[in-house]
């Protein structure tokens, strides 16, 4: 008697619960409207992905104060174009890769030409043509510190590309933290304590090393020296291997593409404010939506949507959009950011200011800088336009060319004279262009409120269109399954392990 009642009670509360689900499931309707921030790689690689996630129904609108691009922009200089911001990218890039593929934009290879590095008197380190001859001076300066250091970034890389197949099983991230610990686990972590410097140091590489060779790979890369933290240090020393390419026409090509494919609609405007509004429903419940404020050519527009994405810096000098009512209040969440100015020169380099006196044979072409204060330059190297030139345009054997340089301030006249022996055309752009890296670093986080997300808290570890590509992915599948009650797919432990068996 006991047993028979117990069994169509259990039922039914089985069935209650199965029915509870299937409610909670349904009741859950797809968000009607998102709002990304900032049409940089970042926003446009975040649309992209969330139409991917959320299918076709929902609008989504990206807003967007300047270019289409933002940091990936580029310059023109006597009818040819050239890469101001974000210009190489590293073969292992998987996002950029498969955004050039399926956008049907092509690679162009950038081959590296001759490396200088200058101390401010003489070049400490200088390739020849001659490979045997590279060899003999890289062993002979530097022992096995190069073999090693190559084996140390593929090491790196290898836990890196754990997060595109993460992401390919739908795996996300609440924080810059948990994802980049699923990636290389604590030591990728640690890495945002301690500078890459003291990183290198622990892994047994000499000062002089780090001193000749990392230091200027960090300046040029990020304008600043080896104290930035040991994970974008990482990452750009990365950016110094074999491979890179850039898209040819612009690498902003990738952002109007995305653009286009995610059918995505381009709001002009600057985004002012976000508050939260709670409306009621017709069926007697309520909803909470966010009321996006944004200033345009034709006056203030105010504007609801489920789910906003900021793919652009919160900070206060650059980006004061206020978040308006809420508790716990969210503030403009990233530290400074590093001024960085880019000239573009037309003209013939003075080799006797690289300590090469007349008649000199100045081969190199990419010159690097140690970390010397009295220097007014962080790199300076000739560059070529984003689209072949004909022959005839670009007299070859000259040595007169176009040369980006990069400096922490703008340079003077005097600067100029001295860097070039003459020119003819300059042009300056002038970037907030990375975080000020200051170990130990605090990532800011990605989840800001419930339905609102911070794409950018991803350069406070690292800096690259990669990295904003990959954490426009992260925030695509993090903001469904938090819409969708998913939390099985999100921040799990042990993935690596997890996903051996599933081929
Ligand atoms: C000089 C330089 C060299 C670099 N070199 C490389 C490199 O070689 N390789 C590499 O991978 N990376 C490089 N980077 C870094 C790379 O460019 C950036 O990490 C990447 O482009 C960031 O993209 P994002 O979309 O996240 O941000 P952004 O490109 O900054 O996009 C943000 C967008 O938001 C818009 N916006 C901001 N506030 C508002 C608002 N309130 N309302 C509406 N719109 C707003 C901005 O106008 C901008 O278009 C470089 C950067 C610089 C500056
Ligand atoms: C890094 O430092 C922060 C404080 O700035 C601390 O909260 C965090 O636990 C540290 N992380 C690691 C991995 O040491
Ligand atoms: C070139 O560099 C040398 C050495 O710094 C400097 O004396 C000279 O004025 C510079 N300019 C030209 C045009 O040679």
Redesign the pocket.
Known sequence: MQISAAVPLMFLSVILCSLRAAAVQELRHPPNRIAVVGAGIGGTSAAYFLRQKFGNHVQIDIIEKGEVGGRLSTVEMEGNHYEAGGAVIHPLNLHMKTFVKELGLSPRHLDAGLLGIYNGEEFVFQQSEWLLINLFKMIWNYGLNFLRMYMWVEDMLDKFMRIYRYQTFDYSFSTTESLLHAMGGDDFTARLNVTIDETLQKSGFSQKFIDDIVAPAMRVNYGQDAKVNGFVGAVSLAGCDSGLWAVEGGNKLVCSGLLYASKAQLVKGTVTSIEEKVRPTKSGTTVSLYEVKYETDKGPILDMYDIVVIAAPLIKEINNIKFLNFDPPIEAVSKPYHQTVATFVHGRI?A??FGCPKPCQFSVSEILTTNEPTLFINSIGSVSPVKPVTESVISKASDIKVWKVFSPEPLTDEHL??L??SYHAVIVRNWMAYPKYTPPEKMPPIILHRGIYYLNSIEMAASAMEMSAISAKNIALLSYHRWYGKDGQIDQENLVERLKSEL
């Open positions: 003075n006797s200011f004279r001295l070039f022996e």
